[in-house]
């Protein structure tokens, strides 16, 4: 909302104060989502990175933390997608956040590709999102809790328990086949972009 320099020469920048809960935290302490929230609020996420995408900006770190939920005026979940720390501007070759050879993300919902050192697309966040919702509706992390690299290895090499294999609520068919879609190993199975994954 604004930054600058204060009076006594302290640098600072102003956020918007958010009251409510990370999607991490939100599973972590009441367990798995009923799924018609969990869509409700991946839906949102989808429409607010389908945004970002449209300004060619890829977060390249969707997650449960970065994924907060308030409420609209209305009393309605209303879900932010936070922190693009780690963004790349994808028309922009000079933009650069991390070295060249590295990686950025979190082990846990890093798109097989990027784990691989192959160019970061909007593709790599459908990914994500599509761990996030297997997350919401199960409770557990597709490939385990870990942040070393067994987890990138079962990232690209192991395949997919299906999310109703892991549920106790009833995942529909419909659902199962959003999540399997969005983390297909193979970018081009995925969804065309995230506004039709919304």
Do not use: C, W
Not at 92 to 106: C, I, K, M
Request: charged share 25%; glycine share 8%; no cysteine.
């Amino acid at each position: 909302l604004d930054f600058g320099i204060s009076e006594d020469g302290r640098l600072y920048y102003a956020m918007e104060l958010l009251e409510g809960a990370t999607i991490r935290s939100i599973v972590r302490n009441g367990g798995a989502i009923s799924v018609d929230r969990a869509l409700e609020l991946v839906a949102q996420a989808a429409d607010a990175l389908a945004e970002a995408h449209a300004s060619q900006i890829v977060h390249r770190d969707v997650k449960s933390e970065n994924l907060f939920v308030t409420k609209s005026p209305e009393g309605r979940d209303f879900l932010k997608v936070l922190d693009f720390g780690v963004a790349s501007v994808l028309d922009d070759p000079s933009f650069v956040v991390t070295r060249t050879g590295s990686v950025s993300g979190t082990p846990g919902t890093m798109s097989p590709e990027v784990i691989l050192g192959q160019p970061t697309t909007a593709k790599a966040d459908i990914y994500a999102l599509g761990v996030v919702l297997y997350f919401m509706v199960t409770g557990t992390m597709p490939f385990g809790e870990g942040t070393g690299p067994q987890l990138l290895v079962a990232q690209v090499r192991d395949e997919l328990v299906p999310p109703s294999k892991r549920a106790t609520q009833f995942i529909p068919r419909e659902v199962e086949d959003i999540i399997i879609r969005a983390m297909a190993k193979d970018p081009k199975a995925r969804f065309a972009d995230a506004a039709e994954m919304a």
